[in-house]
């Protein structure tokens, strides 16, 4: 639930719980997430800054997880699965999204 103070509202929708529990026993989970969902994921995760580039994230979606990987591991696999490629300066990753094909 999230509850609004400044109108006395609130709304009720349904939480991942998938990636709540996952976050318990060390595990990054993805389910259905597009590149916009999944970078700040391992932002937070890892603790380092993410940057999309060509920002079309939002075309693809992605359902994978990973058991306590370090950050290269999880860049690789995802590198593979979408084709993504990246950089990493210091404690940022830029991520470079290939465009989406209009169907």
């Known amino acids: 639930m999230v509850y609004n103070k400044i109108d006395n509202s609130h709304r009720v929708s349904f939480a991942k719980t998938q990636n709540l529990v996952a976050w318990h026993k060390n595990q ?8 916009d969902e999944i970078a700040p994921m391992l932002a ?8 999309l580039e060509h920002n079309t994230g939002l075309c693809r979606r992605y359902t994978v997880s990973f058991n306590n990987e370090p950050i290269n591991k999880v860049l690789n ?13 210091d404690r940022t990753v830029i991520i470079n999204l290939k465009k989406c094909k209009m169907i």
């Not at 990054?28 to 590149?35: G, I, K, M, Q, T």
């Not at 937070?44 to 940057?51: A, E, M």
């Not at 696999?77 to 300066?89: C, D, F, H, R």
């Open 28 to 35: 990054l989970c993805f389910v259905n997430a597009s590149f």
């Open 44 to 51: 937070r995760w890892y603790d380092i800054d993410v940057k």
């Open 77 to 89: 696999v995802l590198e593979k699965l979408s084709g993504i490629t990246y950089q990493v300066k």
